[in-house]
């Protein structure tokens, strides 16, 4: 059976611990509006979708294929493809999407995310984000797997949006 939007976005607000209310007050909209997406009473206007997208760490196309939407938990690390590239010629990027509008974007060599893993660093603070939810010995350790692409997405409590992804 076919999962309509609103039902995908509603889904996608339950994943992400999120009530109508805060869903309208970060897209700038009524929390009635919202209610009317859920229910298959209206749809977003078109010029809203990269911000539902961005919300739930999804891609636009997500919100509209038949297949099951990824909900990016805490910890969560989805499949990833193998690396053609020796570890230490990756980078770990990390995007932080803030609530208030601010995008950070940080791109970390692989020999400083091993660094940080044997001195028992952490992450957490360092990007104007709650990192928490990232672990980042987890993440080192399927680095040097050979894993690249997305590997963590984070919606934290205060609506920022934390990816972590590994590239070339």
């Not at 059976?1 to 897209?27: D, I, N, Y």
């Not at 690396?83 to 020999?111: M, Q, T």
């Not at 672990?135 to 972590?164: F, W």
Request: hydrophobic residues 40%.
């Amino acid at each position: 059976m076919e999962k309509t939007l609103g039902k995908k976005l509603c889904e996608l607000r339950k994943s992400a611990e999120l009530t109508q209310e805060a869903v309208a007050e970060t897209l700038g909209v009524s929390p009635q509006a919202v209610s009317k997406w859920e229910n298959d009473f209206s749809c977003p206007d078109i010029m809203m979708l990269p911000k539902i997208a961005q919300l739930y760490g999804i891609r636009i196309d997500d919100l509209f294929s038949d297949d099951a939407v990824p909900t990016a938990q805490p910890g969560f690390v989805p499949p990833v493809k193998k690396a053609d590239v020796p570890p230490e010629k990756l980078y770990l990027n990390v995007y932080v999407l803030s609530k208030a509008g601010d995008d950070v974007k940080v791109h970390i060599p692989f020999v400083l995310v091993r660094e940080l893993v044997e001195t028992g660093k952490n992450i957490s603070g360092l990007f104007g984000a709650d990192l928490s939810g990232v672990d980042l010995e987890s993440v080192y350790h399927l680095i040097q797997n050979g894993a690249v692409g997305e590997l963590v997405t984070v919606n934290t409590q205060n609506g920022d949006t934390v990816r972590v992804v590994v590239e070339a």
